[in-house]
């Protein structure tokens, strides 16, 4: 029974369209308690192939919030791209399906402030949730947790010609009108090869440029003015020592200092900083309680 927890399971609707209702889990069960729930909520994003439960720190820092009686709640969203979804997703997809739970969470459940904690491929959903601002709910601050290059880290799997056959296949099939076609499998690092993947978030993905590019170590200063410098809420940048997913030569504590110089003041938080001893998804137990105790830190420092 040691690795049982439990969860809330929120129904919502991600628009007036949809056919059916999606899912949100929250850690713990309602309190009997007269005392009111937590009014804030973290909502957890994961990365590809990642889905509900799937990133075990999570239920650390729920259990650290709860443990030290934070104002706090801790959620993850089911996504339509979750799992072997991520093949067929986008970016823009999964800010409207976050936006809708962000209401939900405001007009149904009343909290008052919400944060996205996005992890891998989910640091790039709150770096796009930040860039369409005016057309989303608006959240109250941002932690990116393992955020990588998915360019760079593809450069760990292919010699430099397959990945330029690669990408310019996916082009040419975008430029053919066939974008939401799958790719060859062949033509994929073997990572990828089992799981469809269509031409526009394979190219999105591996293209310099790409909708997912965002944490690429060679972004040139227009986009990191662009992307940094358009954050309006705070940010906790917080990415693992031991990436295995960064290349070796990467000084990844010089590439957050230089994010959070592009930063308006008092956006990037001082509690940023690399989680020592920890691989891509913090599987060491220490590591996962210093990122518990970062994360409440920012939490508290938001109210």
Known sequence: MANTFPVTVHLYRTGPRASRDSCAYEYGIPSSSPSPPPSNALIFIGGLG?????????????????????????????????????????????????????????????????????????????????????NVDHVDGFILQGPVSDRESTALLMDKAEMDESVAHAAKMIAEGREDEFMPPDLLPVEYSTNPITAYRWHSLAAVGGDDDYFSSDLPDDRLTATWGGLEKPVLIVPSADDEHVPEDLDVAKLVEKWKSFCKPGIASELSGLIPGANHRVDDDDAREWLADRVAGFLASLE
């Open 50 to 134: 990642d889905g509900p439960h799937g990133v075990p720190y999570v239920r650390s820092i729920a259990k650290k919030l709860e443990a030290s009686k934070a104002n706090w709640s801790v959620f993850e969203v089911r996504l339509s791209s979750a799992y072997s979804g991520f093949g067929f997703g986008s970016l823009m997809r999964d800010v409207e399906e976050i936006s809708y739970f962000v209401a939900y969470l405001r007009n149904q459940l009343d909290k008052t402030k919400a944060v996205l904690l996005g992890h891998s491929t989910g640091c790039q959903d709150c770096l796009e949730y930040s860039k369409h601002w005016a």
